[in-house]
């Protein structure tokens, strides 16, 4: 089973890439799938969270073919 993993502005300078391609055995939660690619960095305190082009949690199932996308909090005026 396969995710797509994508980082948006400044997690994907931190990550030093915008998607990546990972397989997984069995469904995982968002927060799961975080600790995975990026083992290395601690879940950021203020992230949002797509998966499927839909809002989601660090709680939400991923499974086979989603796409898990994490980007910072958009801000605008």
């Known amino acids: 089973m396969v995710v797509t993993v994508k980082f948006f502005?400044?997690?994907?300078e931190r990550k030093g890439q915008s998607e990546l391609k990972?397989?997984?055995n069995e469904a995982?939660?968002?927060?799961q799938v975080w600790t995975k690619v990026?083992?290395?960095m601690a879940f950021?305190?203020?992230?949002l969270i797509a998966v499927n082009m839909e809002y989601?949690?660090?709680?939400?199932?991923?499974h086979d073919g989603d796409e898990v996308a994490f980007f910072p909090p958009v801000?605008?005026?």
């Open 22 to 24: 990972i397989k997984i």
């Open 38 to 40: 990026c083992a290395d």
């Open 75 to 77: 801000t605008g005026g």
């Open 56 to 62: 989601a949690t660090q709680n939400t199932l991923v």
């Open 9 to 12: 502005a400044e997690l994907r």
């Open 44 to 47: 950021p305190e203020r992230v």
């Open 28 to 31: 995982l939660t968002v927060a």
